[in-house]
């Protein structure tokens, strides 16, 4: 199984990051990502059916957040942390911080 299509790092734009982290689900999936690193698609606890799973892991990547790797029958998902700290140093952190607070609901 090849690996799926991601944008170039030349190619990810702020207004498609900021509407991939818009979304309560996927952060969560970003926030599972960044505690635990690399984790394969199955393993996020994030309250919805795989179908939907499936479609906000696609905007992740299609926007340049995560990188799917495909190894065998089973994808991981990773962050593509370097990337986005340098298209847009010190995003993901604040991003990250700001849903980490209490009372802030994700």
Do not use: Y
């Not at 992740?60 to 990188?67: A, D, K, P």
């Amino acid at each position: 199984m090849p690996n799926l299509e991601e944008p170039q790092r030349s190619h990810i734009e702020l207004a498609g990051v900021l509407h991939a982290l818009s979304d309560p689900t996927r952060l969560r999936v970003v926030r599972q990502i960044q505690a635990n690193g690399e984790q394969l698609c199955g393993d996020f606890a994030v309250g919805v059916a795989k179908s939907t799973l499936s479609q906000h892991l696609r905007v992740l990547r299609e926007n340049g957040i995560t990188r799917t790797r495909c190894c065998g029958n089973q994808r991981w998902v990773s962050l593509r942390r370097e990337d986005l700290d340098e298209l847009f140093p010190g995003l993901l952190d604040v991003v990250l911080t700001a849903v980490s607070r209490p009372g802030v609901p994700v």
